[in-house]
């Protein structure tokens, strides 16, 4: 142990300056932050502004620096370093290593989080689980790959040019990938993608420890390009991830959780490139029936057009989908049919069948809440505020992560709408605001632990004025957390339309089977 604070000493009289460095970027960073928190104020200082959004990517600068010159002071890259003449034992040596990038990078970071979770006013006993997890996140995307290169290479300019050659690589690949459509085996669809990156995460441990003991930097690049290459081709064979619709339960229309029907009356289009093996056509929808406070969300759709003729064409289940509040009244399905069937259908009449797979999230923690000026607590650990610049909007933040919340109002709970404005709407107009996080992942990889979002509550109104609420203080809104509840699917049937009336002249990218917003 005496060799590891030897070492750790050393290390520390020799790189001062850029733990000196690091540490001030933190710190730079931590007494900044706090300034972007709400009451939002937006900085007049556009290169004070631009600095700090560059902030994060150079602390991760920082760090990759540190790790370069701390693991290549006893370079492992050779056979003739001078420090392998000194006593030191490889294994002391490496927990030493640990040690330092630990002090210097986790540590400082945990210390940063930590005092800007309590200046926001949350709980730090209820995030530190959360808060080991972004330290493990960060150990994972950052500091081991950084640890892992600084070790088969011997100098910064080696790291540089294979920290480049990789980039070009991917490039490379990524651009051959859109001309040559690699074959998708069906196995590797049932590879999970954790599996994976516990690959890429076990590969560098060991190239770590194999290079401290062995120091054979031929065998470890193998090793990596290997592996690396390994893991792209298993993600270039994965055919495309799936929505099975089928596993939904079947509802009646009676049991469906929305009221979805054919709008004959409308007719919708878009601009951009068009395809050029495939037509978009677009399917104008009407929409009710969501429960008040809930959210259904369309995880898969699956499309069938068979004409007159019987000429039959099915999309299959697609994983494009769309969602639907309580006061949605109109949506749109779009998908895209092959060029040779539209051509010989388009004028034809057809009959259109679209199955819609949803799930159903239910509000739980309904809290009626009256806004003050000074703020105000919501559902899901989360505070907010009215925006002092933009009324229609509430400005929060929260802890770690943003709460899957929804929220609502009307225009006799609003009193600071104008009396124009409650004249015009009927008074159960519905104005709805969403914060959509259904996948409540424990913690994110971020620098801050403290999240900020924004609630614009809105109703589909056919005005630009009434389309959203205007809020102050007094004004009562209802806000719930949204939590899975059932899944189901159900159907609709469109019969006697021509595509042609409904295709897609210019589309801005091409798009698979979907729905979206009108």
């Not at 651009?175 to 690699?182: A, K, R, V």
Request: proline share 6%; charged share 15%.
């Amino acid at each position: 142990m005496g060799q590891v604070i030897h070492i750790f000493r050393k290390d520390v009289r020799h790189f001062w300056r850029e733990i000196l460095l690091t540490l001030a970027l933190l710190a730079l960073f931590t007494w900044r932050e706090p300034r972007q928190w709400l009451p939002w104020k937006y900085s007049e200082d556009v290169v004070s502004a631009l600095f700090g959004s560059w902030l994060p990517g150079l602390i991760v600068i920082s760090w990759f620096l540190l790790t370069l010159r701390v693991i290549q002071d006893e370079s492992l890259v050779g056979d003739r370093q001078f420090w392998i003449t000194r006593p030191y034992q490889w294994n002391w040596l490496l927990v030493e290593k640990i040690l330092f990038l630990v002090a210097f990078i986790n540590a400082p970071l945990l210390i940063a989080q930590v005092f800007l979770l309590w200046r926001a006013g949350f709980s730090v006993a209820e995030s530190l689980p959360s808060l080991l997890l972004i330290q493990a996140m960060w150990l994972a995307i950052a500091i081991l790959p950084m640890t892992t290169m600084s070790t088969v290479t011997a100098s910064l300019g080696q790291t540089a040019l294979f920290a480049l050659g990789t980039i070009v690589f991917l490039i490379a690949l990524g651009t051959l990938s859109s001309f040559i459509h690699f074959p998708k085996v069906s196995a590797a669809g049932y590879i999970p993608q954790w599996l994976l990156g516990a690959v890429l995460l076990t590969t560098f441990a060991g190239l770590i420890v194999w290079q401290y003991h062995r120091r054979e930097t031929g065998k470890a690049r193998l090793g990596l390009v290997l592996t690396v290459l390994t893991v792209l081709l298993v993600q270039a064979a994965t055919p495309p991830s799936r929505v099975p619709g089928e596993r939904y339960v079947v509802a009646t229309p009676s049991q469906a959780p929305a009221q979805i029907a054919f709008d004959s009356k409308t007719r919708v289009g878009a601009g951009g490139r068009v395809s050029k093996d495939k037509i978009t056509i677009q399917i104008p929808l009407r929409a009710s029936g969501v429960a008040p406070n809930s959210l259904v969300n369309v995880d898969s759709t699956a499309v069938e057009v068979e004409t007159v003729g019987g000429m039959q064409w099915n999309s299959g289940w697609t994983g494009r989908g769309f969602s639907l509040t309580p006061n949605q009244t109109s949506t749109v399905a779009d998908f895209e049919l092959d060029k040779n069937y539209f051509e010989k259908a388009k004028s034809l009449q057809s009959r259109i069948r679209i199955w819609f797979a949803t799930t159903v999230y239910e509000p739980t923690n309904l809290t009626r809440i009256t806004l003050s000026e000074s703020g105000f607590a919501v559902p899901g650990k989360a505070y907010c505020w009215i925006h002092a610049d933009a009324p229609s909007q509430m400005l929060c933040r929260s802890a770690i992560q943003t709460p899957f919340l929804i929220a609502n109002t009307t225009p006799g709970e609003a009193p600071c709408q104008s009396k124009e404005d409650q004249k015009e709407l009927p008074p159960d107009t519905q104005f709805y605001g969403l914060n959509w996080n259904p996948y409540r992942s424990a913690a994110v990889p971020e620098m801050s632990p403290v999240e900020i979002f924004q609630l614009q509550l809105q109703s589909p109104a056919s005005s630009s004025r009434d389309s959203v609420a205007q809020l102050c203080p007094g004004s009562r809104v209802s806000f719930a957390t949204l939590e899975e509840g059932r899944r189901t699917r159900f159907e609709i049937t469109i019969d006697s339309i021509r595509l042609a009336e409904y295709e897609v002249k210019d589309i801005g990218y091409d798009r698979a089977t979907g729905i979206g917003w009108r």
